[in-house]
């Protein structure tokens, strides 16, 4: 078929890469655990609408929850204020 491309497999391990790139620095133990999240709303005017202020908002707190998901709460995401 036009536009496909053809892959292999090819196992990957964890002793493989250390090999290759060295052991984690920081450490896991040592690693940041806590960020904080920025987004900025670029408006028009001196004051931004205020449903744009709460769709921005609202996608600080998904991020949020989906980072909190994703790391199985073993990090921390905080929006900035």
Do not use: C, W
Not at 46 to 66: C, G, K, M, N, T
Request: glycine share 4%; charged share 25%.
């Amino acid at each position: 078929m036009e536009g496909r491309l053809a892959a292999r497999k090819v196992p990957v391990t964890l002793e493989r890469i250390v090999a290759a790139m060295g052991p984690r620095n920081p450490s896991a133990s040592k690693a940041q655990r806590e960020f904080t999240l920025s987004i900025y709303l670029l408006h028009r005017g001196e004051a931004p609408d205020a449903a744009a202020v709460q769709r921005a908002e609202a996608i600080a707190r998904s991020l949020v929850a989906f980072f909190d998901a994703a790391t199985g709460s073993r990090l921390k995401i905080t929006p900035a204020h």
